[in-house]
């Protein structure tokens, strides 16, 4: 196939590199600084060129043309482009080497830092050296990476191709380190907690199974730090995050990732409408600050984050907007049906579930703006403190906008009691609906030894980063997104696709 051709060439005129006694892949340089630093010491004019500062540079080939005993190239890195001129006259037999430059090589050039003819800022080169050979093609120039399986699958060549996927996972970076920022300056301390977990607990999910050797016993990777944050609570840390990993052995869509980063906070003497002013200021906030306006243009649709957000009752949004009276079990089982849903596994569902499909599947993909729905069935979250008027329901929220939910939160149970009752009617109950496999009994024994009241939230970061980027898929925002696996073959096959048309400049 094509692209093997192309890597067979590449190779031989590695080795023509190597016969010649010059080293493709090479060591450490002293470089003056970034493309966009060295870019903006140019002068605006030189008398003579031995006046023009002289400058290193490194980066990746992006563009060659070769004109005989004149070659002028294209160096990026991440800061920006400038351009090389590679001049036989100046290199003497020095310029030999240009014979097998290839777009996709790094390149390490010395020389006079000037603007040509053109007003280009250029540096002609003194010197230049081979960094890395590139084997493989990078996708054609002007036409990009389009295969959307082979942009997930081999993000480098993404980010290669694309400057609005780097400049997506460069404010990815941002975004983390602003909500890092912002709850550092509100006094909560960043902490870790186990990966690796006997008990899996925290959220209704399927974990991901492993065995440790040494100890011969299963374990979970988490599904939640919950658990283990509370008993910092317990021990004196009064407001602690956890920004990492966690695991859910469940469905790949548009908005789930088995493996996904989510913050976690707990805050001592706050509850559930504390947790509501956090990450409505946090958000309003990261927009503004990193985007510069709190409307951002999601899937075609205007969604603007400022604060403060609406809060609805889950039970006035049933009634609203899916017309169904939530105190009415045929009325739910009815729109649901109506709208697609196994006959069958709606019969099978009871009250409060009844309510949180009919908000999931009916209600939630019509909100567009950040809306607090809050007061949900105590029973669908065992780890949510009661409401004190209604005990049927939690001091609980979800924060759904653009159609998906972005955080869930709640004032947190603390009585050791009810959390053991309720521990085991989980239990019991069992099935993919139960947020424990067994009673956590270190769990229970923290909170008997006395936790704070408090309130706690769970932020999807992905989810998050979604929003501010405007983007509707999670494998947009994830370097490395959850595939499934391919054979050699696929994989080249894969690559026999790419366009090779930009190629003949340098082949």
């Known amino acids: 196939m094509a692209g093997s051709r192309i890597r067979d060439e590449r190779i031989a005129k590695l080795q023509k590199l190597r016969d010649a006694g010059i080293e493709p892949y090479g060591d450490k340089v002293q470089r003056t600084g970034t493309i966009e630093e060295i870019v903006k ?18 980066g990746r080939v992006m563009a060659v043309r070769n004109m005989g005993k004149s070659c002028w ?6 800061s920006g482009k400038v351009q090389a001129n590679l001049l036989q006259k100046s290199l003497g037999e020095n310029y030999a080497p240009v014979e097998f430059l290839h777009i996709g090589d790094f390149l390490a050039v010395t020389g006079s830092l000037m603007k040509s003819r053109t007003g280009e800022v250029t540096i002609f080169a003194d010197s230049f050296t081979f ?74 999910a399927r974990p991901f199974i492993t065995h440790h050797n040494a100890l011969d016993m299963d374990l979970y990777l988490r599904i939640s730090p919950e658990t283990y944050l509370k008993r910092l609570l317990v021990g004196g840390l009064d407001r602690v995050y956890d920004m990492n990993k966690s695991f859910r052995n469940e469905g790949i869509d548009t908005s789930h990732n088995p493996e996904f980063t989510m913050v976690e906070m707990y805050q001592a003497y706050a509850d559930f409408e504390d947790m509501m002013e956090l990450v409505e200021t946090l958000v309003s906030e990261a927009a503004k600050t990193l985007l510069g306006s709190t409307v951002i243009n999601f899937d075609g649709r205007d969604v603007d984050v400022a604060a403060p957000w609406p809060r609805r ?55 567009v703006n950040p809306t607090f729905v809050t007061h949900h069935p105590a029973s669908l979250n065992p ?63 923290a909170l008997e030894v006395g936790m ?43 690559m026999e696709a790419l366009d090779e048309g930009d190629e003949a400049e340098t082949e």
Do not use: W
């Open 41 to 58: 010491m140019c002068p605006e004019q030189v008398e003579k060129p031995e006046d023009a500062p002289t400058v290193t540079a490194v």
């Open 73 to 78: 190239v294209d160096l990026r890195d991440r």
């Open 131 to 204: 960094q890395s050979k590139s084997l493989e093609p990078l996708p054609a120039k002007f036409k990009g990476l389009k295969d959307v399986e082979i942009r997930f699958r081999r993000r480098y060549l993404d980010l290669v191709a694309s400057e609005e996927v780097r400049e997506r996972f460069i404010l990815r970076s941002r975004i983390i380190s602003f909500v890092r920022s912002f709850l550092g300056k509100r006094g909560f301390l960043e902490v870790e907690t186990p990966m690796l977990q006997p008990i899996y607990g925290g959220a209704a």
């Open 313 to 367: 009752r889950i039970t006035d949004l049933i009634r609203d907007v899916a017309k169904a009276d939530p105190d009415d079990d045929d009325s739910m089982r009815a729109v649901l049906v109506k709208a697609g849903m196994d006959k069958d596994k709606v019969a099978a569902l009871g009250h409060d579930y009844l309510i949180k499909e009919v908000m999931d599947e009916l209600v939630e993909p019509t909100i």
């Open 383 to 445: 780890l949510a403190r009661r409401n004190r008027q209604d005990p049927t329901l939690s001091d609980r929220f979800e924060v759904i906008v653009a159609g998906f939910e972005l955080a869930n939160a709640f004032s947190e149970l603390n009585d050791p009691l009810e959390q053991r009752a309720r521990f085991e009617e989980q239990v019991q109950a069992g099935g993919d609906e139960a947020c424990c496999n067994e009673v956590d009994e270190d769990y229970v024994s």
């Open 452 to 494: 704070p009241p408090a309130g706690g939230m769970g932020i999807g970061i992905d989810r998050l980063i979604m929003l501010l980027t405007g983007q509707s898929s999670i494998r947009e925002i994830v370097l490395f997104p959850s595939l499934k696996k391919k054979t050699v073959a696929e994989i080249a096959a894969d």
